[in-house]
């Protein structure tokens, strides 16, 4: 008698516990669809961020690129320009001497 009333509980306490698990998996269930909802998102979100970021950063390398490009051409330009003005000094001189405006 006694174990039949044992028996009893026991099997209670296993459907008990096996309809907590139920419900405890419906809700689980829920929340994992949520979260991997939000993941989705989230992953999608920084894909466009980071598609966002790689293009300022190709811009960006094409701008320094540029700006070195001028500054190389802006020395090279600035090195012509005292060529020029030492060799037009160097004219001027000479022009001097040959008119005899200047002497040796």
Known sequence: MIWINLGIIVVA???LVAYGF???KKKISQDLRLVKQLLERFTIRQ???QA???HTTNRIDQ???N???LVSEGKRVEQGARQLMVEGQRLS???QHTAGLKQF
Request: hydrophobic residues 45%; negative net charge; aromatic residues 4%.
């Open 13 to 15: 306490i296993l459907g």
């Open 63 to 65: 701008i320094k690129g």
């Open 93 to 95: 001189t000479e022009v």
């Open 67 to 69: 700006v070195d490009h």
């Open 52 to 54: 966002g970021v790689d």
């Open 22 to 24: 139920v419900l405890y």
């Open 47 to 49: 894909q466009t961020l």
